[in-house]
């Protein structure tokens, strides 16, 4: 941010004002609750962080996520979303059939999470 002061009574030439804000590369994904229990035909929030390397929220993050084994025993909606100013990213994981399952959840740049989810009657 540069920003435009008074001149300098000495030389006449004015004084710029400037701040630097550091850059705040996304290090962390998260999701919580892990491991997540179901039972058939119940469904739960997933709640997907992003962080900093230290620890501040990322925002505008685009969280993808995929069933990546069992899925015909649950689903997973949105299938993306982006963080929001906490960094955080809401899903909701719907168990249709009992057993296990593995729901991954992944930014643009790589950073991962899975979560194991298991299905009860």
Known sequence: IVEEGAPNPQTGKNIFNFTLTPTCNATNLDAKPEPL???RE???GETVTV?????????GILVTATVRNGKK???VSPSN???D????????????????AKVRFQAADGLRDNVSVKVSE
């Open 37 to 39: 229990k179901l039972l």
């Open 42 to 44: 119940g469904s739960a």
């Open 51 to 59: 962080t900093c390397g230290n620890g501040e929220p990322k925002a």
């Open 73 to 75: 025993r649950v689903s």
């Open 81 to 83: 979303a982006v963080t």
């Open 85 to 100: 100013t906490n960094g955080q990213a809401m899903f909701t994981i719907t168990a249709r059939k009992t057993g296990n």
